[in-house]
């Protein structure tokens, strides 16, 4: 069939075999390469220089506040920038089929926007799961690793947390009065004199003998006992601890080392409060862990919305200049 038209007359045929679908999976995908690229390189160098959400109050003499709100700010520039350019990319390069109004080639443009938002999400979430991603926030999670690390060693050894608070139970007391030694006599040594005449000996000389404070050794502490005294603490890590099992304690410590009753009590009332101190850091330790995490997962959910429409918009500016043949000069020029 021959069509006559115009010299100034643009004829377009239309290949039904490429219309089959209107998603143009190879710009969708270079989109997502590019997308992905550009945040894994803002990623790292964020974390580089500390804005992460796991340690934004590593930084010493720094406002947790200012810094958090540092962190949120870079999160969502990375989001953002990195979505429109590798959706720009995609409305740029997607083909287009002139069988539809200027309105919906915008709307499929946009579809194709989300859809290498889409895809960039799936290909971060599998980069994250591979463990290739723990690079990116490896320095921000150094601390976090070492105290885990620490405990997993102390859980494969058999060592017990509360160890070093049983050790100070039943310390031995020091004994801190010196008691002379008996005196040693001195050898006699003959008295240099004229010959001849008796030799004569002068006197022993006698020395006190010091000796350093030494420890009362206790009678060492069985591992029933210390079992025992273990599963208090534990059991005090979820409540308090009542006054017969804080009596209990200072008898057995009294028992153990020799201590009166008096000191033995002070004695468990000191290991005591160190202990609830340490509980009350922990907890506290935990509780900004998950207020922190709250806050980054609401913000990256945030952050993520605000990329999608900004992906769906630079995929229709892209297919825009795409049909206007829209030339940067200044930056794209043949030399």
């Known amino acids: 069939m021959t069509i006559n038209a115009p010299a100034d007359t643009v004829v377009i045929a239309e290949n039904s075999k490429e219309?089959?679908?209107?998603?143009?999976?190879?710009?969708?995908?270079a989109g997502i390469v590019l997308a992905s690229a550009i945040s894994l390189v803002l990623l790292t160098f964020g974390s580089a220089i500390g804005l992460s959400f796991t340690s934004f109050d590593a930084r010493e003499g720094a406002a947790p506040f200012a810094i958090a709100i540092a962190a949120a700010s870079w999160l969502l520039w990375v989001q953002v920038s990195s979505f429109m350019s590798g959706a720009y990319l995609t409305g740029r390069l997607r083909r287009r089929f002139h069988d539809a109004t200027e309105h919906e080639s915008d709307v499929r443009d946009g579809a194709h926007g989300v859809l290498v938002w889409a895809g960039a999400l799936v290909v971060g979430a599998v980069i994250a799961a591979s463990g290739v991603g723990a690079a990116v926030t490896a320095i921000s999670n150094a601390t976090g690793t070492a105290v885990e690390a620490a405990s997993n060693i102390a859980g494969e050894d058999g060592l017990d947390p509360n160890a070093y608070l049983i050790d100070t139970l039943f310390r031995a007391p020091v004994v801190t009065d010196v008691a002379a030694a008996p005196a040693a006599a001195a050898p006699a040594t003959p008295a240099q004199g004229t010959p001849g005449?008796?030799?004569?000996?002068?006197?022993?000389?006698?020395?006190?003998?010091?000796?350093?404070?030494a420890s009362v050794l206790a009678v060492p502490v069985s591992e029933d006992t210390r079992g025992e005294v273990g599963r208090i603490f534990l059991n005090a890590a979820t409540s308090e601890v009542s006054d017969e099992d804080s009596t209990y304690l200072a008898s057995l410590v009294a028992r153990q080392t020799g201590l009166p009753q008096a000191e033995a009590e002070a004695r468990v009332d000191a290991a005591l409060t160190r202990f609830e101190e340490a509980k009350a850091t922990a907890l506290e330790a935990a509780d900004r862990a998950r207020r922190t995490g709250i806050i980054a997962a609401f913000l990256a959910a945030a952050s993520l919305l605000v990329s999608a429409a900004g992906a769906w918009w630079a995929a229709s500016m892209g297919g825009r200049h795409r049909d206007e043949q829209t030339v940067f000069a200044d930056v794209f020029r043949r030399y």
């Open 19 to 29: 219309q089959s679908s209107y998603v143009d999976w190879p710009a969708i995908i």
């Open 197 to 213: 005449t008796p030799a004569s000996t002068t006197p022993a000389v006698t020395a006190p003998v010091a000796t350093a404070p």
